[in-house]
């Protein structure tokens, strides 16, 4: 019996696109320090290139649209130019995830036309079931893994789900490790798969930029072969 898995799991969608998102990134214990390691590395490329700090948070819906300055650059003075950095900037952390062996990425989906709190009880819900199917995968493999968060665990929804699992057959080790994204890059790289699974699935104009993020990144990592609808 093993821990075979670490996940990072963060949300994307929202009620006007009637898309709810669980998009991760995981590695094997023993591989994770060389895992984040890629990140780091490509971190310090970041700060080479394009003047963005390490410790600068790339929240995926902020800094691709050009909603965040990531870059003390002096010359970074408008959200064009914002937006433009923020793009280069996603694709430099996509091809560091394509080409990381250590690391390989997942996701799952449901289209809802639920508004409102019906629509966080329906995410909700599509994590439980998320959650059930890992489960069920390590329990036939009779090894377990450890699942990672975005937040600080104020929301009951991620415990809830975790304890609801029959201790008898859990394989999930006890609750969600919940992460401060601010200070997780791992966490920052797993909320931009979910970022990049949501534009693949929610072709608008707004986000044409990114319709082939997925496929021309992420795909070749992806666990599953695919974003799985739930």
């Known amino acids: 019996m093993t821990i075979s898995r670490m996940l990072y799991i963060d949300d994307s969608g929202s009620v006007e696109s009637g898309l709810v998102v669980y998009g991760w990134i995981e590695c094997r214990p023993d591989r994770w320090r060389h895992a984040l390691r890629a990140i780091l590395e490509m971190r310090k490329a970041l700060y080479r290139d394009h003047m963005v700090p390490p410790s600068e948070e790339l929240h995926a819906t902020k800094f691709v649209n050009g909603r965040s300055r990531i870059s003390t650059r002096d010359d970074q003075d408008d959200r064009t130019e914002w937006k433009t950095l ?86 999930l080790i006890e609750d969600p490790v919940f992460h401060d994204s601010r200070k997780s890059q791992l966490m920052q790289m797993a909320d931009l798969v979910a970022y990049a699974v949501f534009c693949h699935l929610n072709r608008h104009a707004g986000n044409q930029f990114a319709w082939e993020w997925y496929n021309d990144y992420l795909a070749p990592r992806d666990c599953q072969g695919g974003p799985q609808a739930l």
């Not at 289209?111 to 890992?134: C, N, W």
Request: aromatic share 8%; with cysteine.
């Open 86 to 171: 923020g793009r280069a900037v996603a694709l430099d952390c996509l091809e560091v995830l394509a080409k990381c062996d250590d690391i390989r990425i997942g996701a799952v989906y449901r289209r809802t036309d639920a508004t409102g709190s019906d629509y966080y009880l329906e995410r909700g819900d599509v994590y439980r079931q998320l959650l059930e199917d890992l489960n069920d995968h390590h329990r036939v493999e009779d090894s377990y893994a450890l699942i990672g968060m975005d937040g600080d665990g104020s929301d009951p929804t991620y415990y809830n789900a975790h304890r609801a699992l029959p201790l008898d057959t859990r394989h």
